[in-house]
């Protein structure tokens, strides 16, 4: 064999194992998409519980340490909660927009979001409790 043949066989043999690996890829993705239950959970409730940010964002946090640790939020709602969009759980799919909401000036409650619920927050911003908006 001349050497340009080799090189077309290596070329074709790396096009083929390009074009094996990605369905590949893409199926393992779906597969563990499909198991991860904070990603089920917010697309099926419209959001979830978040327990901790970091080491440092839990209940009970000051504000001035959410501040500190996550920068200034992308919204404020009229009671004071503050938002941050682009938020995703580590080791997880799920992302949508961190609400942190306080009583006093410490950490009462965090969830994590889908942009209806933020709507419906929003609509009514004496509501107490997050609405848990269903998906279709």
Do not use: W
Not at 4 to 23: D, I
Not at 34 to 51: C, E, F, Q, T, Y
Not at 71 to 83: I, R
Request: charge should be neutral.
């Amino acid at each position: 064999m001349n050497s340009h043949t080799l090189l077309s066989f290596r070329a074709l043999a790396l096009c083929a194992a390009t074009l094996l690996v990605a369905p590949v890829l893409s199926a393992a993705d779906g597969y563990t998409v499909k198991r991860d239950p904070a990603a089920r959970l917010l697309k099926k409730n419209g959001l979830i519980v978040v327990s901790a940010v970091d080491d440092n964002i839990r209940s009970g946090s000051s504000r001035e340490t959410v501040i500190e640790r996550l920068g200034q939020p992308t919204s404020t709602m009229e009671d004071g909660t503050l938002l941050y969009s682009d938020f995703s759980v580590l080791e997880s799919g799920a992302s949508g927009i961190l609400a942190i909401r306080f009583n006093g000036d410490s950490v009462n409650e965090m969830r994590l979001c889908t942009p209806a619920v933020i709507k419906a927050l929003k609509a009514n911003p004496k509501m107490t409790e997050f609405p848990v908006v269903f998906a279709d």
